[in-house]
């Protein structure tokens, strides 16, 4: 089955404990990407990838950081978490950036005390 | 000023009403999408388009290029087409810019 899974669904943390995120697809999609989703403000970009190796900053990129090292992987890493990265947060793929369809994660809901 | 801006916020309806949401946005786009993120929080694409109007069972979309507006029009709507659907822009980079969401209650 074509999915994008995200890891873990749910997660409470406490200030600065490195935290990962993971989140794989299966479809041999070229262009993933990181949202962050609080009420009020809608979804926002944190962080995309058009390929292996190629990533670059969204809309709120400040502390978190990602990777690319395989296609079908790209994970979220927040080196100190912080209150204010309390949200929910998705990932999401499609075969490439520009006029594709994109695939959804579950979602992944942080909290951080 | 929102770059993508949603009407209405919220939306009730009885069970069979005809119902649209619209989008509207200010920057140039290369594509716009409609999700639909159900109560649980999941998120599923329903349309992408760049021009014209799509269909899909009761959804249909349409997209006014030269007045940056975009509807989704559900007919004869159900309690299960309860959820939030939201707006997505794509413009000449590589972001999507997404609207705050319109959530549709639909009553039997």
């Known amino acids: 089955e074509a999915q994008v899974t995200q890891n873990p669904r749910y997660l409470i943390t406490v200030t600065g404990k490195k935290l990962t995120v993971t989140c794989s697809q299966n479809?041999?999609?070229?262009?993933m990407s990181w949202y962050r989703q609080d009420p009020g403000l809608g979804l926002r970009q944190i962080y995309y990838s058009m390929n292996v190796e190629v990533t670059d900053k969204g809309d709120v990129p400040e502390g978190y950081k990602v990777s690319r090292k395989e296609k079908r992987n790209f994970p979220l890493i927040l080196e100190s978490p912080s209150p204010n990265q309390t949200s929910l947060y998705f990932c999401?793929?499609?075969?490439?950036?520009?006029?594709?369809?994109?695939?959804f994660g579950p979602g992944t809901r942080l909290t951080v005390l | 000023k929102n770059e993508v801006e949603q009407s209405p916020q919220n939306l009730t309806a009885q069970e069979g009403e005809f119902i649209t949401i619209n989008c509207s946005y200010s920057?140039?786009?290369?594509?716009l999408h409609w999700l639909q993120q159900h109560p649980g929080g999941g998120i599923v694409s329903l349309f992408m388009l760049s021009s014209g109007k799509k269909k899909h069972g009761r959804l249909i979309a349409t997209i006014n290029i030269q007045e940056k507006h975009s509807s989704l029009h559900i007919t004869a709507s159900h309690p299960r087409d309860s959820a939030v659907y939201i707006c997505?822009?794509?413009?000449?980079?590589?972001?999507?810019?997404f609207g705050t969401g319109t959530r549709l209650q639909v009553f039997p």
């Open positions: 997505a822009v794509r413009g000449n980079t590589d972001k999507l810019i």
């Open positions: 999401a793929s499609s075969l490439r950036v520009f006029l594709n369809e994109q695939f």
């Open positions: 920057v140039g786009i290369s594509a």
């Open positions: 479809m041999n999609h070229e262009y």
